[in-house]
């Protein structure tokens, strides 16, 4: 009995072990401006119509600096309370067909009601600067009477 007792513990402990997961990743998160954003790291938004989807939003930046260990960015949406609606993670993907080389752009669209609650949280690890995100809101870069910056 003792031996099976044992036996189920050291089982239970293998299971705990492989399947718990200790790498949460803490990460600093901070929120940049537009002069910020662009002085210091060269990240850019920029904004057209889209049709039904509304109007489509872009950071475009070159991997370089803190931005050379670029790991992902999400979508961020708030409502009007603010509190968190939804995240979603973005691909890196050109905006367009001309787009210079060498150069990472993220997108999302949204109904222009909608995107003075939208922000991008931009996330490198392992950079200069450490594991760090950096929120960019939407509305502190787009005029929201107007927020076309492509005609």
């Known amino acids: 009995m003792r031996q099976r007792f044992s036996s189920t513990l050291a089982i239970l402990a293998v299971l705990i072990a492989t399947t718990s997961n200790t790498a949460h990743a803490a990460i600093s998160v901070g929120t940049l401006t537009?002069?910020?954003?662009?002085?210091?790291?060269?990240?850019?938004?920029?904004?057209?119509?889209?049709?039904d989807a509304g109007i489509k939003v872009?950071?475009?930046?070159?991997?370089e600096g803190w931005l050379e260990k670029f790991t992902y960015a999400?979508?961020?949406?708030?409502?009007?309370?603010g509190r968190h609606l939804l995240s979603a993670k973005l691909q890196p993907n050109?905006?367009?067909?001309?787009?210079?080389?060498?150069v990472t752009t993220v997108y999302f669209s949204a109904?222009?009601?909608?995107?003075?609650?939208?922000?991008?949280?931009?996330?490198?690890?392992?950079?200069?600067?450490?594991?760090v995100g950096y929120y960019l809101?939407?509305?502190?870069?787009l005029d929201m009477e107007d927020p076309v910056t492509e005609k």
Not at 95 to 102: F, L, S, T, Y
Request: charged content about 25%; some cysteine; hydrophobic content about 30%.
């Open 137 to 141: 809101n939407v509305m502190d870069f």
């Open 74 to 81: 999400e979508l961020r949406m708030k409502d009007s309370q």
């Open 34 to 51: 537009q002069e910020q954003a662009r002085e210091k790291y060269g990240i850019t938004m920029h904004a057209r119509n889209n049709g």
């Open 111 to 131: 109904t222009p009601e909608q995107l003075k609650h939208c922000s991008f949280l931009v996330v490198c690890y392992g950079s200069n600067e450490g594991d």
């Open 94 to 102: 050109a905006v367009h067909h001309r787009q210079a080389p060498g």
């Open 58 to 63: 872009w950071l475009e930046f070159k991997q």
